[in-house]
């Protein structure tokens, strides 16, 4: 019998095309990183190994503030807990089997269903506490200017998407076990798991007979399981992305005292070449058909690949912005939205060297000025506030400096003020203007 | 009348000393920091530490350039600056001003000049523990004193401790604002903020800071950086409170407590 079948083929053709459109997307996600400069993050291993161990697997950053950081470690963990789950659906779902795994683990697989339960419980709790912070309390960094429109709406689908995951697994548990104890002639339904959770849903299921509650068993098993499918394709629409991303953001990140700023280095080799005795200031430049290097970033491509995978893995979580102190004091830098601008500038560009076969073409439009304003940029203080709270390494003070960077040496477009400051340090060695000859003179009084 | 020797001196004497005190722009010119810096200097011949200046041959670091955006300055200071330093074959430095110190310990190596550098909260507390420097109790005792972490000391660098436990020694009352150590505002000069002016905003960010600092009724604000000192400094002034809660670098605490 074809039919018989049927719901196995559905299930594999379902598991395939889910499997297919995320590495289409992660795949897109890749060569846009790799739109940026390469940059060398390939040392200390074993560092970077810790490191991402402590702050993305172990969550240590996150629980600095403990109530937000609680909460996400019960979602966390439940997440990852329940992934073990999903591999006992994927297998029951292609072999049309019901609770594979139960025969081999015997006594432990009540453990761990029971496990999976409580976990479930206590996502819906956290999740519940996460909407209402959200909407209910309104905290202040939930509601900032950049969190309008879709930021905050993919932030509430993702509650709303975790809601109905968990309840549906929960209904499922359920039903099965309402089955299992009141229908032992469904033979297909064997005595398998511990419900510590579930069991009290058996009252919904009195009085209805063994193929309704089949039916709702079915129906929870295939929405919870597509529905897993779906969350797995939104993630590239959405910051949700950091539960992936996370992981090598917090690997490559800079290892470095935060104080220190990278070097750039196309000054470097200019600065070498002015000061080299042995140069020929006559010399024709070198034939080269590469444009020369632009110094500092206007726009995405001019920023380093691990400055793009931040941009990517950023949730949006604005601790970053609610320790900014010009935030803080009503400017408009949010280190937040420097984050978010670059990810939605880098998918822009992205998408048009897709429809374009592969080149760019270019669109009259720029990270600069288009997403992200000069009078934002001027407002840091570079403090390292946003660099030290984010709970997976994202450093939005590297784009602002890399940006600056392009407004003063390619644009000359500092603010009056600065210009004053950096011609003292040319012409006397001081951001002030006094004679670098003075320099000692306050040994005088002494 | 102490007089400070100045590197090309001892040098010219055959002399070498052990460590080169970095004065800084700040600390050479701003008035207010000069007393910092002398501060700190009549410390270290207190405490009869080998040391010189560079003088005139000292030049900015580069700091307030690179965080302009202005990399080619920055670097073109860098170097000359590390031309000076290599050619006496300096070691170790000391410096009063976090954002010298964190340019000369961070981004000076790449460009070919690496250092021991330290800020002179971490020499002081060093000299403490090797029983050259005494500590005076009187003049501080029982006072509350807020310390104001310097974000380029702080957050940049990872040096909270130092700069407290020469306060505690004081025997003065140690109190810490609500946003301290790695999680401490900034005094809203950094950046090269300093140097120009705010952005529109509601409020300027030295006067939430100082507004923190007076959050816990301290009698005394310390600092450890000239930049933090003219912030915080112009915050208590914003509030009219200049007579009662000065703002003190910790060179200054130590060397009024020893009367010197």
Redesign the interface.
């Known amino acids: 019998m074809i039919f018989e079948f049927l719901p196995n083929v559905v299930f594999v053709f379902l598991l395939l095309t889910a499997a297919v459109i995320f590495t289409k997307n992660i795949l897109k996600i890749k060569n846009n990183i790799k739109l940026g400069k390469v940059i060398d993050r390939n040392d200390k291993k074993a560092e970077r190994w810790k490191n991402m161990a402590r702050i993305a697997l172990g969550q240590s950053k996150m629980v600095k503030r403990p109530i937000a950081g609680l909460l996400h470690v019960v979602v966390y963990v439940g997440f990852l807990v329940i992934n073990i789950e999903l591999l006992e659906i994927i297998v029951d779902g292609i072999f049309g089997t019901h609770r594979i795994f139960a025969p081999f683990l015997g006594g432990f697989y009540d453990v761990l269903i029971a496990t999976f339960e409580v976990f479930a419980f206590l996502v819906l709790i956290a999740v519940v506490v996460f909407w209402m912070r959200r909407n209910v309390i309104r905290l202040n960094r939930f509601w900032k200017k950049e969190m309008k429109g879709w930021p905050k709406l993919d932030a509430d689908l993702i509650l709303y998407f975790e809601i109905v995951l968990m309840s549906l697994f929960l209904m499922m548990n359920g039903a099965d076990y309402y089955i299992q104890t009141n229908f032992p002639e469904a033979i297909h339904y064997q005595q398998a798991g511990s419900f510590p959770i579930s069991q009290y849903l058996s009252s919904l299921f009195s009085g209805m007979s063994l193929d309704s509650i089949v039916l709702v068993e079915r129906t929870a098993w295939w929405m919870h399981i597509v529905g897993i499918f779906i969350f797995l394709n939104y993630l590239y629409y959405s910051k949700h992305l950091h539960i992936l991303l996370a992981f090598p953001n917090t690997y490559f990140a800079n290892l ?6 990278a ?2 280095p196309s ?2 080799a ?2 070498k070449l002015m ?1 080299d005795p042995d140069a020929d200031p006559y010399a024709v430049p070198e034939e080269s058909s590469d444009e020369p290097d632009k ?2 970033a206007s726009d995405v491509m001019d920023l380093n690949r691990v400055q793009l995978l931040n941009a990517y893995t950023c949730t949006e979580c604005g601790r970053c912005t609610s ?1 900014c ?2 935030n ?6 949010s280190p937040r939205k420097i984050m978010m601008d670059t990810r939605d500038r880098l998918t822009e560009v992205g998408d048009n060297i897709q429809k374009n076969k592969g080149v760019f073409v270019p669109d009259g439009k720029q990270l600069l000025n288009d997403y992200i304003s000069p ?1 934002e940029l ?8 946003c ?3 984010c709970p997976i390494d994202i450093d939005p003070l590297s784009i602002i ?1 890399s ?7 390619e644009e000359s477009a ?2 009056t ?2 210009n ?3 011609g003292n ?2 012409n006397n ?4 203007p ?1 004679n ?8 005088e009084d ?1 | 009348m102490i007089k400070v020797p100045t590197l090309a001196e001892l040098t010219a004497e055959g002399k070498t000393p052990e460590i080169l005190f970095w004065v800084g722009c700040a600390g050479s010119f701003d008035e207010r920091a000069k007393k910092i810096t002398k501060a700190f200097v009549k410390l270290l011949h207190n405490t009869g530490v080998s040391y010189a200046v560079l003088g005139a041959e000292e030049s900015c670091t580069g700091d307030p350039a690179k965080r302009s955006g202005n990399e080619f300055l920055f670097q073109m200071q860098a170097v000359t600056n590390i031309e000076v330093l290599n050619g006496y074959g300096v070691k170790k430095i000391v410096t009063a001003c976090p954002h010298c110190f964190n340019t000369l310990k961070n981004e000076y190596p790449e460009l070919g000049g690496t250092y021991e550098v330290v800020h002179h909260t971490q020499l002081l507390k060093e000299l403490l523990d090797y029983g050259k420097l005494t500590i005076e109790t009187g003049t501080y005792k029982g006072k509350k004193i807020t310390f104001h972490d310097p974000c380029y000391l702080g957050r940049a660098n990872n040096v909270y401790e130092a700069p407290r436990e020469l306060i505690k020694k004081l025997d003065a009352e140690l109190v810490e604002m609500k946003n301290c150590k790695a999680k401490g505002l900034c005094c809203g000069a950094g950046g090269a903020q300093m140097f120009k002016e705010p952005e529109q905003g509601a409020k300027d960010i030295n006067i939430e800071r100082t507004e923190q600092a007076l959050e816990v009724k301290p009698d005394i604000i310390a600092a450890a950086c000239p930049f933090c000192n003219t912030m915080m400094t112009d915050g208590i002034k914003n509030k009219e409170k200049e007579g009662e809660v000065p703002v003190l670098d910790i060179a200054e605490l130590i060397a009024n407590a020893k009367d010197l």
């Open positions: 470095n005292a935060k104080g220190g700023f070097n750039n000054v470097i200019e600065v000061l110094f500092g320790e102190p010009a803080q004091t009503g400017k408009m830098l009078e001027w407002a840091c203080t570079s403090c390292n506030a660099v030290e709270t400096m940006m600056r960077q392009y407004l003063v040496m500092a603010p003020d600065l004053n400051m950096m340090i040319e060695g001081a951001p002030w006094f670098q000859q003075d320099r000692n003179n306050w040994v002494l």
